[in-house]
């Protein structure tokens, strides 16, 4: 059994930054990939950034590139995701995600197990 958990949420104006962890525990896949997606309120969950374990290739949603940047740290089992120059829509619940393959795809249902979520409320 995976399990992972998301911390470092909370309420920023826009222009701060903060830094979201997802802790990994259970069984993990060193040869697999680990995304952040995020879900505002009626909308559908997007891709926001994706990691490979064994290289850190990483990959990023057009809309968060050159201000988010996603981490790991292979020792803690723990991903980050470093948010800069945060804009008022950038508000959503926060998810990682862990694929056992090692593709770095931005396809939600290509992820295996989540995270429950960490709120980001960035105000204008």
């Known amino acids: 059994q995976v399990q992972l958990v998301e911390s470092g949420g909370g309420l920023v104006q826009a222009g701060d930054s903060l830094r979201l962890s997802c802790a990994v525990s259970?069984?993990?896949?060193?040869?697999?990939?680990m995304g952040w997606f995020r879900q505002a309120p009626g909308k559908e969950r997007e891709f926001v950034a994706v990691?490979?374990?064994?290289?850190?290739?990483?990959s990023y949603a057009d809309s968060v590139k050159g201000r988010f940047t996603i981490s790991r740290d292979n020792a803690k089992n723990t991903v980050y995701l470093q948010m800069n120059s945060l804009r008022p829509e950038d508000t959503a619940v926060y998810y990682c995600?862990?694929?056992?393959?090692?593709?770095?795809?931005?396809?939600?249902?290509?992820?295996?197990?989540w995270g429950q979520g960490t709120q980001v409320t960035v105000s204008s």
């Open positions: 995600a862990a694929r056992r393959f090692w593709t770095l795809t931005t396809s939600a249902t290509q992820y295996d197990y």
């Open positions: 259970g069984r993990t896949f060193s040869s697999g990939v």
């Open positions: 990691i490979r374990w064994s290289d850190g290739s990483t």
